[in-house]
């Protein structure tokens, strides 16, 4: 919110463009500020002076939309123990979203992935006729783990923040689920920067004429 004042040499008419930049960062509360700048030049007299003012506009927003997602194991000795506990885990994830409120069409329920874990077993053997051990490795099934992820994306975004903290109660349960960081987006900021740049130029309009009016200029003569 600067104003930057540069000598020129005269010139008979100055048409200059606004010219604008807005900035947003979408935080973990969900809110932020946006700020839009613009700028005017002003004679003020007949071929004497050009002064470039500054405007500025800062609103703080909400967002309106939130994205989220837990991810849910499952583990079993072979493939079908695994995906049973995983169906039996996201059930009661699905179902507890819905006693919090949020919409069934709001629940999304991805594709499921099933896995082999190994353990490595390492040996070192000494063979007949030599000192030096000889390393070999040899991988064990341990058993499967299946993964599956729950997403919502919802405008209720204080309704999902409040499902996303409690989500992990379910453990108490044997239920294995993580809660992963919401995303939070504002689905107007076209709109907006319109309206921050219009406010932005009003600034910029107004600083001019305080200008002109402190230096004695009754007629300021703004572009």
Do not use: H
Request: net charge positive; no cysteine.
């Amino acid at each position: 919110m600067s104003n930057d004042i540069n000598s020129q040499k005269p010139i008979r008419s100055i048409s200059l463009p606004p010219l604008a930049a807005f900035a947003l960062a979408l935080g973990m509360v969900g809110s932020t500020f946006i700020a839009a700048t613009t700028w005017r030049d002003v004679r003020k007299q007949p071929e004497k002076n050009n002064i470039r003012i500054t405007g500025s506009a800062k609103k703080r927003i909400v967002s309106d939309l939130i994205d989220w997602s837990a991810t849910i194991e499952g583990k079993g000795n072979d493939r079908t123990a695994a995906y049973v506990s995983l169906k039996s885990g996201t059930d009661k994830v699905v179902e507890f979203l819905k006693t919090q409120g949020i919409k069934p069409d709001d629940i999304k329920t991805q594709s499921a992935r099933i896995t082999e874990e190994f353990e490595i077993v390492r040996e070192d053997k000494v063979l007949p006729g030599t000192t030096v051990p000889l390393r070999s490795e040899k991988r064990n099934s341990v058993g499967f783990r299946a993964m599956q992820v729950v997403s919502v994306s919802s405008s209720n975004v204080p309704q999902i923040e409040k499902a996303s903290r409690e989500i992990t109660s379910l453990l108490e349960q044997g239920v294995f689920v993580t809660s992963n960081p919401p995303n939070y987006y504002y689905t107007r900021l076209g709109e907006l920067k319109l309206e921050m740049l219009s406010e932005a130029a009003k600034d910029a309009r107004n600083r001019a004429e305080n200008i002109l009016r402190s230096a004695g200029n009754s007629a300021p003569n703004i572009q």
